[in-house]
């Protein structure tokens, strides 16, 4: 799945705000049947997000939509498996993910829907949001679990969880990692940052957003439209760093055409490791570019 900036959260009984997400101007969106959708509401949720798939599914250059079910320890899940899943979606979020035999039940759920609706098998990709001490500590299998792409992080309910204080910002730092390294041992795409709950704070997203990425996450969680520029502006490359890269990847050409597989230069010593990066660097820029192209076609 390609690197997208930023999820938009819409509860999922919410029809008005259902409407509106897929035109907000992020890169997906995430309709949301749990946490978001009181208990009396979860049927009539599910109904809401069918809908609203439905008429997406027929908009040209609509965004990627994923649907947030309810936790596969819930009595929810397998009926909203039976409401959502189809080709107008890209996956689906799994919240509270903490075992495989769980994942093993909601792929085979998934399984029997693709196949009674006549999709190739594995269409429909989960993301599993980590949110306990439970779910670090079983990551290695969780990672290998089937249609896993990657992860997210509820930073919330895993503070709640290990009884640390939200103000300090270490006591997320260890989950944060194990969660990039088993993302990066599995090759699967980098972890989802969680959302940020302080809405008239800008500067603070920003900043938080930058620490995010440079820990080894991509893209972010997002609950309204405003906090969107600040997530795109942290995740997209900066005109100097696409400039640097270019002039890196440039040099180790050159040195190799040379015969040399490293070299000095002004901004230190590259090697096969920092050309990778600079890579990547170009790459998310390139495809932010041609989002943004796609969105905008003037």
Same mark, same amino acid.
């Given at each position: 799945?390609?690197?997208?900036? $930023?999820?938009?959260?819409?509860?999922?009984?919410?029809?008005? @705000?259902? /409407? #509106?997400? +897929?035109?907000?101007?992020?890169?997906?969106?995430?309709?949301?049947?749990?946490?978001?959708?009181?208990?009396?509401? #979860?049927?009539?949720?599910?109904?809401?997000?069918?809908?609203?798939? /439905?008429?997406?599914?027929?908009?040209?250059?609509?965004?990627?939509? !994923?649907?947030?079910?309810?936790?596969?320890?819930?009595?929810?899940?397998?009926?909203?498996?039976?409401?959502?899943?189809?080709? %107008?979606?890209?996956?689906?979020?799994?919240? &509270?993910?903490?075992?495989?035999?769980?994942?093993?039940?909601?792929?085979?759920?998934?399984?029997?829907?693709? &196949?009674?609706?006549?999709? %190739? *098998?594995?269409?429909?990709?989960?993301?599993?949001?980590?949110?306990?001490?439970?779910?670090?500590?079983?990551?290695?299998?969780?990672?290998?679990?089937?249609?896993?792409?990657?992860?997210? !992080?509820?930073?919330?309910?895993? @503070?709640?969880?290990?009884?640390?204080?939200?103000?300090?910002?270490?006591?997320?730092?260890?989950?944060?990692?194990?969660?990039?390294?088993?993302?990066?041992?599995?090759?699967?795409?980098?972890?989802?940052?969680?959302? !940020?709950?302080? @809405? $008239?704070?800008?500067?603070?997203?920003?900043?938080?957003?930058?620490?995010? &990425?440079?820990?080894? +996450?991509?893209?972010?969680?997002?609950?309204?439209?405003?906090? @969107? *520029?600040?997530?795109?502006? %942290? +995740?997209? *490359?900066?005109?100097?760093?696409?400039?640097?890269?270019?002039?890196?990847?440039?040099?180790?050409?050159?040195?190799?055409?040379?015969?040399?597989? %490293?070299?000095?230069?002004?901004? /230190? +010593?590259?090697?096969?490791?920092?050309?990778?990066?600079?890579?990547?660097?170009?790459?998310?820029?390139?495809?932010?570019?041609?989002?943004?192209?796609? #969105?905008?076609?003037?």
């Amino acid at each position: 799945m390609r690197l997208l900036r $930023s999820y938009l959260f819409v509860p999922g009984n919410n029809e008005g @705000l259902l /409407g #509106k997400a +897929f035109q907000a101007g992020a890169d997906a969106v995430v309709l949301d049947l749990e946490d978001a959708v009181p208990e009396p509401e #979860k049927a009539r949720a599910r109904v809401c997000v069918r809908e609203a798939l /439905g008429r997406e599914a027929t908009a040209s250059g609509s965004v990627p939509a !994923f649907v947030r079910i309810n936790s596969l320890a819930s009595g929810h899940w397998r009926a909203d498996v039976d409401a959502v899943i189809g080709p %107008a979606i890209a996956g689906v979020r799994v919240p &509270k993910a903490e075992d495989i035999e769980s994942l093993c039940r909601l792929s085979d759920a998934i399984s029997a829907r693709e &196949k009674s609706l006549g999709m %190739a *098998p594995g269409s429909i990709r989960v993301v599993a949001t980590i949110e306990s001490a439970r779910g670090i500590a079983r990551l290695g299998s969780l990672a290998r679990g089937p249609r896993i792409c990657g992860f997210t !992080f509820g930073s919330a309910d895993y @503070l709640a969880d290990i009884g640390a204080d939200p103000a300090d910002e270490t006591a997320t730092l260890f989950a944060r990692s194990a969660l990039v390294v088993a993302s990066r041992s599995e090759r699967l795409a980098p972890p989802v940052a969680s959302v !940020f709950t302080r @809405l $008239s704070d800008e500067d603070g997203l920003r900043a938080d957003t930058r620490r995010q &990425k440079a820990l080894g +996450f991509y893209g972010r969680s997002a609950i309204h439209p405003r906090q @969107l *520029p600040a997530i795109h502006e %942290a +995740f997209d *490359p900066t005109p100097a760093e696409v400039d640097r890269a270019r002039g890196v990847i440039a040099a180790y050409e050159a040195a190799g055409a040379q015969g040399r597989g %490293a070299l000095q230069t002004e901004g /230190g +010593f590259v090697d096969l490791a920092v050309v990778r990066r600079a890579r990547t660097i170009l790459e998310l820029h390139e495809a932010t570019a041609g989002e943004a192209a796609r #969105k905008d076609p003037r």
